[in-house]
């Protein structure tokens, strides 16, 4: 089987996509075009240009990488420009075989005079929606022979934010200058899960879930519990960027006082290093007991391998990252792109990753795909979730005998 594992049969097989940020995964020919025509001015004009100066293969840090943000939200102002990057994701996605994905953004980011943000939220789900109509339309997919294509949005709180971020965030500060920053944050998180609350209720956007997302060292993520209680107590499923930037301590509080059904990334969960008590023993008992938590409540880690590797200077080669742990401590993983356009990567990318680093077999690999569609923050009921996951699993095998018959 082991011969199989060709970028053919990776990209043949049914994958997900459920950390994917919408601002970080365009065209590079859209955000010169978009640009072009709001005279936004970019570092080049050129795709290969862009790709020198912005979207690298590889960053000196985090820092680096989050460069490229600035411009993609900057064509990302209008509603047609929302949808038209949402289509786009959707077609780039099916087309290398994900057949459920999971864009999340900011959409306090894209609030302007023009647009509030139950506004970014239903540009997003017209884009999706009319990608999704015409990619199930497809023959096979009408026929049964395929599965048809999903997706649900995730809207991300930030855990921090300055006035330049945004025009909504700017209105923040004009309207509590004196206010502490810590109170600013809470206020932003709870707007916007109420706003995401009534898209999905009273407007019947297929929004699933909340994240935090941003700078992660100083900004704890229980700052925001009381947005996540609020999402909790909503049934919004519930996801959080913890351990990519900070220590075991930020995924002790993602799962603990945000109720965190995944976590992204998850890069240092294993680092007692990074771990604030007085002793090696104590360090390596607390990163013991809390991957031993996350592995029984099947808490999954949305592994994102490229992005770790371009933001984490420490970690040398892939070999290093401590997806191979949870490989051993058998924890629920699923592989996601983070940002197609600033990590330069896919799905079928990251697997191709992970299989030439890791020794996976054909069997875990296929758990490890599958949990991405039992993981996921499915929009349908139970019911259809199941019956989804049938056609999904029924699929993959059908895919895995093909190539292994031929």
Known sequence: MANNFSKDFIKA??????HCHLDGSLRISTLIEIAKENKILLPSNTEQGLKDLVFKENYKDLNEYLQGFQYTTAVMQTPEGIERVSYELAFDAFNEGVYYIEPRFAPQRHVNASMSIIDTLASVAKGFDRAKKEINQKLEIKSGEKPPFEYGIIGCALRMFTEEYSPYYRNLFNMHPDMPDNERFVIASLDLVRAIIKARDELGIPIVGIDLAGAEKGYPAEIH?????VAHKNFLKKTVHAGEAYGPASIFQAITDCHADRIGHGTHLFNDNLVELPSAHARKRYVQALSQYIADRRVTIETCLTSNMQTTPSMKKLSQHPFKQMLEGRLSTTFCTDNRLISRTTV??????????FDISPNRLKNIIIYGFKRSFYPGNYLEKRKYMRKIIDY????EKNFLEN
């Open 13 to 18: 097989l049914p994958k997900t996509d459920i």
């Open 225 to 229: 519990k009381q947005a996540y209680d």
């Open 348 to 357: 079928t990318n990251e697997i191709e990753l992970a299989l030439k680093n």
């Open 396 to 399: 993959y095998e059908s895919v």
